[in-house]
């Protein structure tokens, strides 16, 4: 069975850091792409910044220049550096990633999610 296990949320003042961290386990051939998603109270979920199987990054437009994504694909596990956080970054962090199965099949997989509190 395949999970995705995330940490490193919590509250944290405006201006100030976070490190999300998430590894994926389990059995499988291999990890194509990582991402971050978030979804805060009443919105839909929205993609933050993602890692494909090519190393191309991508981020949304109110991440840029304050958040950045980078993966350890020896040890399965996508990284997210949040700088200068502002009250809207506050919501549910959801760790994604697309993974080949031993029999090729290409699943997207999700984690439990973590919750980044930014108060003002």
């Known amino acids: 069975q395949v999970r995705l296990v995330e940490s490193g949320g919590g509250l944290v003042q405006a201006g100030g850091s976070l490190r999300l961290s998430c590894v994926a386990s389990g059995s499988f051939f291999r990890v194509n792409a990582m991402g971050w998603y978030r979804q805060a109270p009443g919105k839909q979920r929205e993609l933050v910044a993602t890692?494909?199987?090519?190393?191309?990054?991508q981020y949304t437009e109110s991440v840029k220049g304050r958040f950045t994504i980078s993966r350890d694909k020896a040890k399965n596990t996508v990284y997210l550096q949040m700088n200068s956080l502002k009250p809207e970054d506050t919501a549910v962090y959801y760790c994604?990633?697309?993974?080949?199965?031993?029999?090729?099949?290409?699943?997207?997989?999700w984690g439990q999610g973590t919750q980044v509190t930014v108060s003002s």
């Open positions: 994604n990633s697309l993974i080949r199965l031993t029999g090729g099949t290409i699943y997207n997989y």
């Open positions: 890692s494909g199987s090519d190393d191309t990054i």
